[in-house]
Structure formats: C-alpha cells, structure tokens
Nanobody
Framework: VQLQASGGGVVQSAGSLRLSCQFSGRTFGSYAMGWFRRAPGKAREFVAGINWRDDTTDYAASVKGRFTISRNNAQKTVDLQMTNLTPDDTATYYC????????????????WGQGTQVTVSS
C-alpha cells in the first residue's frame, strides 16, 4: 500500500487549503482512510477519517465544522478541505489507512504516507 499526500502550503489565518492523498496497492474489504497531523513539539493527533464502504466520517473536535473529508472511489483519493484555518492548524499532515474508522480515531494507522506541511500565518 502506498500513499502520496499533496496540497500543503502556506496560508494566512482564515484561509483555506485542500489536501489530497492518492492511494495505491492492495485494498481490504473494509478500510478507512484519513488524516493525522503533528505540530512542532506535540504528539501526532487524529484529524479526520472516512470509511471507504459507507462514507461514515469522523473528525477531531478541534476541526469539526471547518474541515471536510471526502473520497473519490475511481481515483482512489481522499481529500481534506480545510477552511477558516488558524495558526493552531500549523502542522505536518499525514494521510493514513487503517482497518476501520474506529481505531483510526484512536490513533491507529496501518499504512502511512509522507507528510505535507501546512503553515498558517497570523
């Protein structure tokens, strides 16, 4: 399984960015894809995830209402639309695959992509 993340960059506070993760390789019967982030000096944290089979989504409380995760079956991509960004969103963002959404929300990822940097200036 390979994951390729893209779309990071520098944006001003209240701005928007869209991250995308391309997934290739074997798939499971049921799995989840999602995003994590790690800010400088902080532990990695779950951001958003989506169940591939039924589109169930979940979000960290800190991003709910501002971030939207979506998937494209045909292209095997999962996107994270981020709006109303704040400096607290500055982090390296990682896409991941897990066997299901529930363990992903608790921090589990079975496969990881490389990080993409998001920097929000005040």
């Amino acid at each position: 399984v390979q994951l390729q993340a893209s779309g990071g960059g520098v944006v001003q506070s209240a701005g928007s960015l869209r991250l995308s993760c391309q997934f290739s390789g074997r798939t499971f019967g049921s799995y989840a894809m999602g995003w994590f982030r790690r800010a400088p000096g902080k532990a990695r944290e779950f951001v958003a995830g989506i169940n591939w089979r039924d589109d169930t989504t979940d979000y960290a409380a800190s991003v709910k209402g501002r971030f939207t995760i979506s998937r494209n079956n045909a292209q095997k991509t999962v996107d994270l639309q981020m709006t109303n960004l704040t400096p607290d969103d500055t982090a390296t963002y990682y896409c991941a695959v897990a066997i299901s959404l529930s363990p992903m929300t608790r921090g589990r990822g079975d496969y990881w992509g490389q990080g993409t940097q998001v920097t929000v200036s005040s």
